[in-house]
């Protein structure tokens, strides 16, 4: 499609610094001209947003979603982002910076969490289609390092940080399996830099991979 914007995704655990990047990376490529739209999953639009409090902060009397369920939920809110955020910006130009997107899905929902990755990458065709990220970076942190700066930040864990320490090891071996599946799609990136490096690696698999705008 001629002028579609780009669309870059950044996938990680939590506390890998994904918001800290996104914010480096929009103010870096908006000063090169380029109009960039920073948005978050799951979230992005009021409907999704309000879907995240339902994933992330449910009422006692919800108790919880169990793996499938949580996958639609996350999917619904995809889909509502897409529709009304994501797709829109792109036919405008714009480029997109995305925190978390369907690879999220695949390591939390699938790898960790147990749902099969065919039903995921089903669900996936139906609601995501052909809004595929032209990058995907992949934040690579210990977890033990993610959660040092976690606890720094403070704040209550919620439905999905609280879970079990091997559920988080799953997931952050999922990231690293889905870049490895996905060369052409995700950059690596050791997430243990700090944060100017960070971004300063970020724009050189950026420029490398997207024909950078200067
Ligand atoms: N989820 C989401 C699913 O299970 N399936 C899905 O399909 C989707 C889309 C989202 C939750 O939902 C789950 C995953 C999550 O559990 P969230 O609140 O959006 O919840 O969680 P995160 O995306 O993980 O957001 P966090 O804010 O926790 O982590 P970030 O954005 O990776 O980290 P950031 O930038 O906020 O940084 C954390 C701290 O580290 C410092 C920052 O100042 C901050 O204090 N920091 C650094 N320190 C040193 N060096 C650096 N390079 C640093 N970068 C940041």
């Known amino acids: 499609m001629p002028n579609r914007g780009r669309f870059i995704t950044l996938e990680g655990g939590e506390g ?46 919800i108790g919880g979603w169990q793996p499938m369920a949580e996958t639609l939920l996350f999917y619904a809110a995809r889909r509502d982002h897409l529709d009304k955020l994501i797709r829109p910006a792109l ?66 864990a919620d439905a999905i940080e609280s879970r079990l320490l091997s559920y988080h090891e799953a997931v952050h071996l999922g990231f690293l399996e889905i870049a490895k599946a996905n060369p052409q799609r995700c950059a690596v990136l050791d997430a243990s830099a700090n944060p100017q490096s960070l971004a300063d690696a970020a724009m050189a698999a950026i420029d490398a991979r997207l024909d950078g705008v200067r």
């Open 91 to 156: 036919e405008r130009g714009s480029w997109v910076i995305c925190d978390r997107f369907s690879d999220s899905t695949r390591a939390y929902q699938a790898a960790a969490g147990g749902v099969s990755a065919g039903d995921v990458e089903a669900i996936d065709r139906i609601c995501v289609g052909v809004t595929v990220p032209d990058l995907t970076l992949v934040l690579d942190l210990p977890i033990a390092l993610a959660r040092q700066r976690m606890t720094a930040r403070a704040g209550a």
């Open 16 to 61: 890998v610094g994904k918001s800290t990047l996104a914010a480096e990376l929009s103010l870096r490529l908006s000063r090169r001209g380029v109009d960039v739209i920073r948005t978050r999953e799951p979230g992005g639009t009021p409907g999704a947003e309000a879907i995240r409090k339902l994933i992330l902060t449910p009422d006692g009397e």
